[in-house]
């Protein structure tokens, strides 16, 4: 589950450990399911960062929990890794994976034609709320490593929700 001792009685291991905090784990899972529940960003391109970015990261604990409504397709889910040559993504998400890429470990080569790319497809902000949610999708794999949180394949109807568990 984790190096950490973790809750007792929690739902997932993510959640477990998250729980010895209660209310750090309430205010996150507030903060983090306003990017799913309030449909800021388009639910596909939130999922597509989140998986991308879990594999930059091999993170595993974040990689196999899937969102059922998102339609993200097994074909991009497999294409991911070569999404820039792959014709199954349509030009926003090509512009949102390509913010996705350089996040984790570029996020000062980030250009202004990057954000431009992005503005085509969504509004200002809107764009806050990807570059918000790319980040916390970067902490969140970080946080999951260094914890030590083992995968716990799931398929969800929100991977991240105020009034749902976290995966």
Partial sequence: MSWLHSATDSPTPFEGVLGL?????????????????D???PVALLDLCRLRIARLHN???????????????DTQIAALDDWGAADCFSSA?????ALA?????????????????????????????LMLALTLFDMQCRLRLALGIEPQPATVSAPYSADAILH
């Fill in 59 to 73: 993170c595993e604990a974040e990689a196999v929990v899937r969102h059922a409504a998102s339609g993200v397709s």
């Fill in 93 to 97: 998400a090509r512009a949102a994976l």
């Fill in 21 to 37: 905090r209660p209310e750090l784990l309430a205010l996150y899972r507030d903060f983090y399911g306003k990017l799913w529940d």
């Fill in 101 to 129: 890429d350089k996040m984790p470990w570029q996020p000062h080569a980030i250009t202004d034609e990057d954000i431009a790319a992005l503005r085509a497809h969504l509004s200002d902000p809107q764009v806050v709320a």
């Fill in 39 to 41: 449909a800021l960003v």
